[in-house]
């Protein structure tokens, strides 16, 4: 993967990415809440026509997912041309997806939350009141296509505690310096 420093002086725009149910939310809650970010869930940015086609078993297109793509980097665009950074958990499944979401973004960097298919089928079936039935899985896994090496991000395990995750995030993408005993230092 390509150099992940950040510009300094300039936003820092990381789009938490993976297939649903491997906890990207969580991980782009948490880094959010370290740094003091901006954070948004990037199904919310999903027209319903897409929550109901998916919430009915079907997996979406790339017709369907485009526009929801766009709406995410008109997102990004204004926390950038506002100086802030900011955190964004989105599936970004395919390498066109994620140049979408970095045209005209040098800012934007990813972290794919990587986990065993088998437990994020477990996670799937035991959430309540998400729309993304755990028989879509199988479709998502399938879209996934892994980080290029010159796409600017990291691939982290979502392996252990929340916490552990969280940590190896943060400092993957070079966020924290070091762990104290109260938690992560951020640079």
């Avoid at 100086?83 to 934007?108: F, I, K």
């Avoid at 190896?168 to 640079?187: C, D, I, K, W, Y």
């Amino acid at each position: 993967m390509a150099d992940l420093t950040a510009q300094s002086g300039t936003p820092d725009v990381i789009v938490v990415m993976g297939v649903s149910g491997s906890g990207k939310s969580t991980v782009a809650k948490g880094i959010a809440t370290t740094m003091g970010w901006e954070f948004a869930e990037g199904d919310e940015f999903h027209p319903k026509a897409n929550v109901e086609k998916m919430a009915s078993g079907q997996p979406l297109t790339d017709e369907d997912r485009w526009p929801w793509l766009r709406l995410i980097g008109d997102w990004i665009s204004e926390r950038v041309s506002h100086g802030q950074s900011a955190v964004v958990a989105c599936s970004a499944l395919r390498r066109a997806y994620r140049d979408l979401l970095r045209e005209g973004r040098p800012q934007v960097r990813f972290c794919h939350v990587d986990a065993d298919a088998e437990v994020i089928e477990e996670r799937m079936d035991s959430r309540e009141g998400h729309y993304m039935p755990a028989s879509l899985l199988a479709s998502q896994l399938a879209t996934l296509e892994g980080l290029g090496e010159d796409e600017p991000g990291v691939v982290v395990s979502n392996d252990g505690s929340q916490d552990d995750v969280l940590v190896r995030a943060l400092r993957a993408l070079g966020l924290v310096q070091e762990e104290s005993p109260s938690g992560p230092t951020t640079s």
